[in-house]
């Protein structure tokens, strides 16, 4: 059982908006920042981006993908979905009650 | 741009020590911008964060495996390297090495948790 809760699949169409969601709590999400990373298959974890009052995505990272924050809730918008985006999408954040970075369980986007 | 790449043994037996290295290439551990760390996938789970060093000596440890691993490095090699001890089964699992940025505040360089550039990852298999 992770620490921060995600959707195990999403799904969509070509040119249509996702979101993926991923919930915490007060000792993670809702004080620190939240990083998003998407995993190919068979390939390491590739940072998009952080979202702490701002998003900002790591260099080379579309802006059809876009993060927010809401309490200890965070959220992975992509807009405009091609089917390159179909990967695994992973969230973390320092969680200060563990005293560790923890990971979702990971949400699997399959694009129809 | 900078390059991480991962040795290690591949096949351990329950009980064993062992080792994985992380070489750097274009880009050298001795610069106070980043932390060094690493972080293990086992199949159909989420990254699991293990550790991370700096070059000043500083680490971090994530509790449920502290006791087990220790961290170092050796700028002379410009590498890192990761000691996993009384392995098990569920110690299998894709090993990745990676950096992350620091920030300086109050006297110490401070880790910022953005993983961004990973190696290839190696694979390390516990069995009897």
């Known amino acids: 059982q992770s620490v921060l809760t995600q959707p195990p699949s999403a799904s969509g169409t070509p040119g249509q908006r996702v979101t993926i969601s991923c919930s915490g709590s007060t000792s993670n999400i809702a004080n620190k920042a939240v990083y998003w990373y998407q995993c190919l298959p068979g390939t390491a974890p590739k940072l998009l981006m952080y979202v702490n009052d701002i998003d900002e995505r790591a260099s080379g990272v579309p802006a059809r993908f876009s993060g927010s924050r809401s309490g200890a809730s965070a959220s992975l918008a992509i807009s405009g979905l091609q089917s390159e985006d179909e990967a695994d999408y992973y969230c973390a954040a320092w969680d200060a009650s563990l005293n560790a970075v923890v990971f979702g369980g990971g949400t699997k986007l399959t694009v129809l | 741009q900078m390059q991480l790449q991962e040795s290690g043994p591949g096949l351990v037996k329950p009980s064993e020590t062992r080792s994985l290295t992380c070489s750097v290439s274009?880009?050298?551990?001795?610069?106070?911008?980043?932390?060094w760390a690493w972080i293990r996938q086992s199949p159909g789970k989420g990254p699991e964060w293990i550790a991370s060093i700096h070059y000043t000596g500083s680490t971090y440890y994530n509790p449920s495996l502290e006791s087990r691993v220790t961290i170092s490095s050796d700028r002379a090699k410009n590498g890192f390297s990761l000691t996993l001890r009384a392995l098990t089964v569920a110690d299998t699992a894709v090993y990745y090495c990676?950096?992350?940025?620091?920030?300086?505040?109050?006297?110490?360089?401070?880790?910022?948790?953005?993983?961004?550039?990973w190696g290839r990852g190696a694979l390390v298999t516990v069995s009897p």
């Open positions: 990676a950096s992350h940025s620091a920030h300086y505040s109050r006297g110490r360089y401070l880790p910022n948790w953005d993983f961004d550039v």
């Open positions: 274009h880009g050298t551990l001795g610069t106070s911008s980043y932390y």
